[in-house]
């Protein structure tokens, strides 16, 4: 494959990732409908916080999964593809990653499987880490950015592990003998404040380090 026709093949492959984070969406909204009924016989019972703890954790990953996508839009504008398929692996593969997760989701009021979900974000991040690593290692110059990058994903996936470690020991393990849901509520709604704060955090620093970019390096 020529230069020419390896360059043109690059210039359509975000399409193809436009695809999975789609997919993702649409599968995610299609559970939760599936979980609530709400096309059939809507059964959201208010009285009981386990429905409600389902719904906020879908709508907070489904903030995270956005902030995602915007990370990629955002740097796929800045810097395209370009020479080689491997970024547009890497970024197949950590956008697919993000099914799995929105399906883990669900798993909110879940007492002995909670932690999966939040093994699931722990593993997404150390992914990103080890993606923001390669080039340090390898002597390679880096983005405006990179480090901060680097250190925010490392430090954010220990955090995940450490809260799916503690759900395990503390709430899952022993729930047969030892039932504790209001251990479960507090870890579970500690999760998902982490995953909005880091979210939200992270889309404004995007967005403060796109404002103080120079207009012409912008994407429109």
């Avoid at 697919?96 to 929105?102: C, D, E, R, T």
């Avoid at 592990?161 to 395990?168: H, T």
Wanted: proline share 5%.
């Amino acid at each position: 494959m020529d230069a020419s026709t390896l360059q043109k093949v690059l210039v359509r492959l975000p399409n193809l990732i436009t695809l999975f984070f789609s997919l993702t969406l649409v599968t995610g909204f299609r559970l939760l409908n599936d979980h609530f009924h709400w096309n059939t016989s809507p059964t959201f019972d208010t009285s009981s916080w386990h429905d409600a703890i389902v719904l906020i954790s879908f709508l907070v990953t489904l903030v995270f999964i956005i902030t995602a996508w915007l990370g990629f839009s955002t740097l796929i504008e800045r810097v395209p593809y370009a020479h080689s398929f491997n970024r547009f692996l890497f970024d197949a593969a950590r956008i697919s990653a993000l099914f799995p997760i929105i399906m883990w989701s669900f798993l909110a009021d879940n007492p002995t499987k909670y932690q999966v979900f939040v093994w699931g974000l722990a593993g997404w991040h150390l992914f990103m880490t080890s993606w923001y690593v390669w080039p340090l290692l390898l002597g390679k110059g880096s983005r405006t950015g990179h480090r901060s990058d680097l250190t925010s994903h490392a430090l954010i996936s220990a955090i995940y592990f450490g809260l799916g470690l503690a759900f395990y020991k503390l709430v899952a393990q022993p729930w047969p003998t030892n039932p504790q849901p209001n251990l479960q509520l507090g870890l579970v709604c500690l999760t998902l404040a982490v995953v909005a704060v880091w979210s939200v955090s992270r889309l404004l620093s995007l967005q403060r380090r796109l404002q103080r970019e120079p207009l012409a390096a912008v994407p429109a």
